[in-house]
T-cell receptor
Framework: DAKTTQPTSMDCAEGRAANLPCNHS???????VYWYRQIHSQGPQYIIH???NNETNEMASLIITEDRKSSTLILPHATLRDTAVYYC???????????FGAGTRLTVKP | EPEVTQTPSHQVTQMGQEVILRCVPI?????FYWYRQILGQKVEFLVS????????KSEIFDDQFSVERPDGSNFTLKIRSTKLEDSAMYFC?????????FGPGTRLTVL
């Protein structure tokens, strides 16, 4: 099962930053943190991943604490189209499966 | 941008019938996966496939399921004798050595 803990739901105002937390206190040294999202019943969409350094791409930023026991996904300027379920997943880099938990349902409001 | 494609988008079948769900992974990817999502529930891992064999499977992936890479581009999931509880979205994914990319899914409805 998923080795992460996320809030069940969050709201965010359109145009503001959405900060989605994730706890992964049992993460091991060779495990990465991955973030995906799922809009309605579409296929999960890859967002970003990282090991220990903070990462940024065109979609989001990933902030990982120094002890690696938690992380935060940041959507800098949330839009209505960012309304989705966001999944934080911990796994080894080239492990053969990605195990999804319940995720956080983010609702971006006008 | 390359993407995973799946056909059909929606499959309706009678209980006890066999179905084959098809996927075209991203061309240079080496790992292939099937997941399913029953309506209102979480995305569940079924199986992963590498080097022409199953590399890992979940407890859900029992003898009624099989996977195949019949040629250099397609990856299929066969459900031999469908049950009502097989009704779900089925997602194919592929990856190189990093994050899997998912297809849009096939909605399977078993009547």
């Amino acid at each position: 099962d998923a080795k992460t803990t996320q809030p069940t739901s969050m709201d965010c105002a359109e145009g503001r930053a959405a900060n989605l937390p994730c706890n992964h206190s049992t993460i091991s040294g060779n495990e990465y943190v991955y973030w995906y999202r799922q809009i309605h019943s579409q296929g999960p969409q890859y967002i970003i991943h990282g090991l220990k350094n903070n990462e940024t791409n065109e979609m989001a930023s990933l902030i990982i604490t120094e002890d690696r026991k938690s992380s935060t996904l940041i959507l800098p300027h949330a839009t209505l189209r960012d309304t989705a379920v966001y999944y934080c997943i911990v796994r080894q880099y080239n492990n053969n499966d990605m195990r999804f938990g319940a995720g956080t349902r983010l609702t971006v409001k006008p | 941008e390359p993407e995973v494609t799946q056909t059909p988008s929606h499959q309706v079948t009678q209980m006890g019938q066999e179905v084959i769900l098809r996927c075209v992974p991203i061309s240079n990817h080496l790992y292939f996966y099937w997941y399913r999502q029953i309506l209102g529930q979480k995305v569940e891992f079924l199986v992963s496939f590498y080097n022409n064999e199953i590399s890992e499977k979940s407890e859900i992936f029992d003898d009624q399921f099989s996977v195949e890479r019949p040629d250099g581009s397609n990856f299929t999931l066969k459900i031999r004798s469908t049950k009502l509880e097989d009704s779900a979205m089925y997602f194919c994914a592929s990856s190189d050595y990093s994050a899997p990319f998912f297809g849009p899914g096939t909605r399977l409805t078993v009547l």
